[in-house]
């Protein structure tokens, strides 16, 4: 089973330029989560979507970022216009019921994107 | 309020010894789970081991055992026989019920560095 695939790896931008995240969840995956890594913390949830509605995106700064999940398959998550403070490893995971032996609502891991915003 | 604590920056460990890393947490809901991912240099979360909130018993994998104290809302980590491919940040986190849609909250993580 292929994991949860995220472009690109690496990216840097200057300040005040937008960038855009990809994210291809494991299929069948109904549930896709963005999460924010500044070094040094742990992940802060950014959005949440079940299938392509939004379920949770109190954290999101929505001046500046914009996420969508067309098709309820893969997800964009866009900066714009990017701040220093945005320098962070972006996150996406992906859940899905019925769970196995573990918690049902166990979340797979991408590699992430690490952002550098100068 | 901060809802995962992680009270240590940073610990160190020989090989082959065993190590505990401090969890607690802070939640009203009756169901809920408790996991430790590893993240490694390359950055990638790695899931360790996950305790729920009614499993009486102390999750274990492998080298991996979970202290589950739910009087005391402490879910801490203990590796035994450390190796030098355990060093990295390892993350506590909790997953709450239906309100909060399930998503991870996260703590401010733990490095362990395993010393020869």
């Known amino acids: 089973e292929a994991g949860v695939a995220q472009s690109p790896r690496y990216k840097i931008i200057e300040k005040r330029q937008s960038v855009a995240f990809w994210c291809n969840p494991i299929s069948g995956h109904a549930t896709l989560y963005w999460y924010q890594q500044i070094l040094g913390q742990g992940p802060k949830l950014l959005i949440q979507f079940q299938n392509n509605g939004v379920v949770d995106d109190s954290q999101l700064p929505k001046d500046r970022f914009s996420a969508e999940r067309l098709k309820g398959v893969d997800s964009t998550l866009k900066i714009q216009p990017a701040k220093l403070e945005d320098s962070a490893v972006y996150l996406c995971?992906?859940?899905?019921?019925?769970?196995?032996?573990?918690?049902?609502?166990?979340?797979?891991f991408g590699p992430g994107t690490r952002l550098t915003v100068t | 309020a901060q809802k995962i604590t992680q009270t240590q920056p940073g610990m160190f460990v020989q090989e082959k010894e065993a190590v505990t890393l401090d969890c607690t947490y802070d939640?009203?809901?009756?169901?809920?789970?408790l996991f430790w991912y590893k993240q490694p240099s390359s950055g990638e979360m790695i899931f360790l081991i996950y305790?729920?909130?009614?499993?009486?018993q102390n999750a274990t994998e492998g080298r991996y055992s979970l202290n589950f104290q739910k009087a005391r809302k402490s879910a801490n980590l203990v590796i035994s026989a450390s190796q030098l491919g355990d060093s990295a940040m390892y993350f506590c986190?909790?997953?709450?019920?239906?309100?909060?849609?399930?998503?991870?909250?996260f703590g401010k993580g733990t490095s362990l560095l395993v010393t020869p």
């Open positions: 986190a909790m997953r709450e019920g239906r309100d909060s849609g399930y998503a991870l909250n």
């Open positions: 305790q729920g909130s009614y499993d009486e």
């Open positions: 995971a992906s859940s899905s019921r019925p769970g196995i032996n573990r918690d049902p609502y166990e979340q797979y």
């Open positions: 939640t009203s809901d009756q169901s809920y789970g």
